[in-house]
Structure formats: structure tokens, C-alpha cells
């Protein structure tokens, strides 16, 4: 038998969790968190590391 991967989204279909269910760890589980842009700033991985993304914002020329 393999192992099975499930994902979960949020309403604007970012995926936020994945569960892999495995005979021999049980369930492993990683998640995702989004700025308001639908950027990715945060993976939370298994062993309870985080990784973390930080964007630049963009600069707007205004001309008159």
C-alpha cells in the first residue's frame, strides 16, 4: 500500500494543510498561511520548523 495525501484549501483555493497518512509515522502533517495577496508567508513542516516568506512591495510611480 502507498500513502494517502489529503489537502485542505481556504475559500480562495490556497492549499492550507496537507495530511499524509503513512503505516509507518501515522500522520504526517504540513501547513500553509497566505497574506491577504495570496502570497505564501508561512510553511509549517512536521517536526515543527517553520519556514517563513517575506515580499518586497512594489513601488508605484504616480505621474501627473
Known amino acids: 500500500k502507498g500513502n494517502k495525501k489529503v ?7 490556497n492549499a492550507i494543510r496537507e495530511d499524509v ?6 500522520i504526517i ?3 500553509w498561511e497566505y497574506n491577504s495577496n495570496g502570497e505564501r508567508t508561512k510553511t509549517l513542516l512536521p517536526k515543527g520548523n ?9 513601488s508605484v510611480e504616480h505621474r501627473a
Open 7 to 13: 489537502y485542505y484549501h481556504n475559500q480562495l483555493g
Open 21 to 26: 497518512y503513512t503505516q509507518a509515522l501515522g
Open 29 to 31: 502533517t504540513t501547513q
Open 50 to 58: 517553520t519556514i517563513e516568506y517575506v515580499y518586497e512591495a512594489e
